[in-house]
């Protein structure tokens, strides 16, 4: 991929954010928890994991879960039915991005058995009725589709530290409701906001990059964008085995340089 297609790319995700349906939060009015929110994302991240498929798949899946709550319409889900809306929005996201078909057989294999609450049916027919809700119409435009671009942007190679920090913040960041439910916060901002965080993280530096300033609304000073940083900071603090758990263990492996180990003893 050449700069001019990055560029062409990251205009037409600008464009489409802006006509994309926004996440209201839709905890006010279901029986469910911020934290029943919190253990399903654990969950989707562990599924996406273990069956090594691409991580586009789980940022798009949140993406369907979130804005299908968000419907005004939506009939109250109790909290043992999220994990069947998980895996039909996995289901959904592993189908539009044409992930290997076997892979996509062993999962729906792997639910029936994890999700003692629903049936098959149950599964086939929240796929259908989420579908129907979407009109069918399955792109979105996702924070990872502007963390990407970001990366190549910034030449960052495969192993980069600051690749795998960013990636690991932008995953805690999708557990958590005050950034992606309770605030009408765009991808962009979120996408740019966990770059920005990544290099605070490893002490790289604390100014912003001139390079992505010049292809971002943001300049790192807007209040939303400090409130968002600030949140992701803590997460990173909070983190551990038994928070965030999926995320924390992924990251600390050596494939991804370990950056889930990383002292953050110095946010506070």
């Known amino acids: ?33 911020a934290q029943d929110r919190e253990a399903v994302i654990d969950w989707m991240i562990a599924c996406v994991d273990h069956y090594v498929v691409s991580f586009e798949v789980f940022y798009l899946a949140v993406s369907y879960f979130d804005i299908y709550l968000s419907g005004r319409d939506i009939e109250p889900i109790t909290s043992s039915k999220l994990q ?4 039909s929005c996995l289901w959904i996201s592993f189908t539009r991005l044409g992930q290997n078909q076997d892979k996509l057989a062993n999962f729906l294999d792997m639910v029936s058995v994890t999700d003692r609450h629903s ?25 990872y589709n502007f963390l990407t671009s970001f990366f190549f942007i910034l030449h960052l190679e495969r192993k980069h530290n600051l690749r795998w920090m960013s990636r690991y913040i ?11 439910v309770k605030n009408r916060y765009r991808p962009s901002l979120i996408a740019t906001a966990a770059l920005y965080t990544g290099l605070v993280a490893l002490r790289v530096t604390v100014d912003w990059i001139s390079d992505l300033s010049i292809l971002t609304p943001y300049t790192g000073k807007e209040y939303e964008f400090r409130i968002v940083h600030r949140r992701m900071l803590k997460l990173l603090k909070v983190a551990s085995p038994s928070k965030y758990r999926s995320a924390y263990t992924r990251y600390s492996r050596k494939e991804y340089n370990h950056v889930a180990l990383v002292d953050f003893s110095f946010i506070y």
């Not at 700069?3 to 994309?20: A, I, P, S």
């Not at 069947?84 to 895996?87: E, F, Q």
Request: net charge negative.
């Open 170 to 180: 932008l995953e805690l960041a999708h557990y958590d409701a005050d950034i992606c």
């Open 119 to 143: 049936s098959e049916k149950d599964l086939y027919d929240m796929f259908s009725h989420i579908m129907t809700r979407f009109h069918y119409k399955t792109h979105l435009i996702t924070p």
């Open 1 to 33: 991929m050449s700069w001019k297609d990055v560029l062409h790319n990251l205009t037409g995700f600008y464009e489409r954010e802006q006509r994309q349906k926004k996440v209201r939060n839709y905890l006010e009015n279901q029986s469910f928890t």
């Open 84 to 87: 069947c809306l998980g895996a």
